[in-house]
């Protein structure tokens, strides 16, 4: 079983960045999908970004492509999102998943999932 750890989160400027890290621990595997998710406050969760752990191929959302970058470490079992040029409906709490291989932005898909951490960016 694969356990998600998520921090990083923080109070930030408009303008300003951030980077948040998700360490898995337990059994992982190599074809792993990793993705990064929000919710804010009476609004769905939504996708942000993910990354195949194995070929690092990675897939972003209209509204953070070209300020956000997801990466992972493979020696340190951590994926990493930075987030720059915050705006404030970047507001959220940011939760990292994991799936067993299916390349999909559906979070209902991913089957592991940290406890989140909360992103605050004021203007």
């Known amino acids: 079983q694969v356990q998600l750890v998520e921090s990083g989160g923080g109070l930030v400027q408009a303008g300003g960045s951030l980077r948040l890290s998700c360490v898995a621990s337990?059994?992982?595997?190599?074809?792993?999908?990793m993705g990064w998710f929000r919710q804010a406050p009476g609004k769905e969760r939504e996708f942000v970004a993910a990354?195949?752990?194995?070929?690092?191929?990675?897939d972003y959302a209209d509204s953070v492509k070209g300020r956000f970058t997801i990466s992972r470490d493979n020696a340190k079992n951590t994926v990493y999102l930075q987030m720059s040029s915050l705006k404030p409906e970047d507001t959220a709490v940011y939760y990292c998943?994991?799936?067993?291989?299916?390349?999909?932005?559906?979070?209902?898909?991913?089957?592991?999932w940290g406890q989140g951490t909360q992103v605050t960016v004021s203007s």
């Open positions: 998943g994991a799936n067993r291989g299916i390349w999909t932005r559906i979070e209902y898909r991913y089957d592991h």
């Open positions: 337990g059994r992982t595997f190599s074809n792993y999908v």
């Open positions: 990354i195949r752990w194995s070929s690092g191929s990675t």
